[in-house]
């Protein structure tokens, strides 16, 4: 059975910096894409970013690009997610998920409804 946890997440003013793990469990990831997403209070989840297991290949939203990093150890089968420069809009749940169609170069999806597995959550609130 698959496992995602999340981790990481807390309370930071604006300009912060927090970095969140996701642990992933029950099968093998290569092949398949991972991702970020969150959803604010009131609003859809949307995309932040997503990273191909294998070949490592990131992908970005617009809104995150140049502030949040993504990468993966495959040795620990985690995902993190590095929130550098953070603003008050970035407050929301952070979702980690997992993509079990295989893997297209060249791109990753950004629809929550393509992700298969998701972990809990973990809250990051940035203070103006």
């Known amino acids: 059975q698959v496992q995602l946890v999340e981790s990481g997440g807390g309370l930071v003013q604006a300009g912060g910096s927090l970095r969140l793990s996701c642990a992933a469990s029950?099968?093998?990831?290569?092949?398949?894409?991972m991702g970020w997403f969150r959803q604010a209070l009131g609003k859809e989840r949307e995309f932040v970013a997503a990273?191909?297991?294998?070949?490592?290949?990131?992908y970005y939203a617009d809104s995150v690009k140049g502030r949040f990093t993504i990468s993966r150890d495959n040795a620990k089968n985690t995902v993190y997610l590095q929130l550098n420069s953070l603003k008050p809009e970035d407050t929301a749940v952070y979702y980690c998920?997992?993509?079990?169609?295989?893997?297209?170069?060249?791109?990753?999806?950004?629809?929550?409804?393509?992700?298969?597995?998701w972990g809990q959550g973990t809250q990051v609130t940035v203070s103006a």
């Open positions: 998920a997992a993509d079990f169609r295989p893997y297209n170069p060249g791109s990753a999806s950004r629809r929550a409804s393509d992700y298969d597995s």
């Open positions: 990273i191909s297991w294998s070949a490592g290949s990131t």
């Open positions: 029950g099968r093998t990831f290569s092949g398949y894409v």
